[in-house]
């Protein structure tokens, strides 16, 4: 297995644009976790989905945000608009039922709002 | 609310040496405990999960220990190499399973 994957890796964008941040989870999981990681709050939990389900969204910031699991395989974050403090790095994790968890995180996506 | 600390945020030692990483948690109702290793400009590895009927759990020459009665964990690393150098990240899962609050990690670097 390839592993979780991400696109893009990086991400330069201007203030106000929109911004869709995409994961690939592993084959197989059913939970898919996005985080986001910044230098002065560390790693945060943005949202989770269980079998595509948003289960909890208390971490994301706000209506600028949002996230969408339309099938197994597939999962966006969007910004609109996007504002300079949301530069950060954008981690997609995800596990199995079984062992719930046991995350696998992707190589996160790097974004920069100018 | 729970809080994760990791103390020191970095840490340079010689390698060869036998070395101690420290995490401390507020609220001992934890569902498991586990040790992330993250590399600059990566993602994040599982290192060890220790659940929390457990006190310890070994992989290699890494060990982490769990204490919930005084909400802390230790990992501990032997004959540390420069190849060890990276993030630390020490994470708990509250007793609602699937949520996870990271420490915001130590940054351990091994000097050849």
């Known amino acids: 297995d390839a592993g979780v994957i991400q696109s893009p890796r990086h991400e330069v964008t201007e203030m106000g644009q929109e911004v869709t941040l995409r994961c690939k989870p592993i084959?197989?999981?059913?939970?898919l976790f996005w985080y986001r990681q910044t230098m002065m709050r560390g790693l945060e939990l943005l949202i989770y989905?269980?079998?595509?389900?948003?289960?909890?969204d208390s971490g994301m910031p706000e209506d600028r945000f949002s996230a969408k699991m339309p099938n197994a395989s597939f999962s966006t974050l969007k910004i609109q608009p996007s504002e300079p403090r949301d530069s950060a790095v954008y981690f997609c994790?995800?596990?199995?039922?079984?062992?719930?968890?046991?995350?696998?995180f992707g190589p996160g996506t790097r974004l920069t709002v100018l | 609310k729970q809080e994760v600390t990791q103390i020191p945020a970095a840490l340079s030692v010689p390698e060869g040496e036998n070395l101690v990483l420290n995490c401390s948690f507020t609220?001992?109702?934890?569902?498991?405990l586990q040790w992330f290793r993250q590399d600059p400009g990566k993602g994040l590895t599982s290192l060890l999960l220790?659940?929390?009927?457990?006190r310890e759990q070994t992989s290699g020459r890494l060990n982490a220990s769990l204490d919930k009665s005084s909400g802390r964990s230790t990992l501990y690393i032997a004959a540390s190499q420069p190849g060890d150098s990276a993030t630390y990240l020490c994470?708990?899962?509250?007793?609602?399973?699937?949520?996870?609050?990271f420490g915001s990690g130590t940054r351990l670097s091994i000097r050849p």
């Open positions: 994790a995800s596990s199995f039922y079984g062992e719930p968890n046991e995350q696998f």
């Open positions: 084959s197989g999981h059913d939970y």
């Open positions: 989905f269980n079998n595509n389900v948003p289960i909890d």
């Open positions: 609220d001992s109702a934890i569902y498991n």
């Open positions: 220790i659940q929390s009927s457990q």
């Open positions: 994470a708990v899962t509250t007793s609602s399973a699937s949520k996870i609050i």
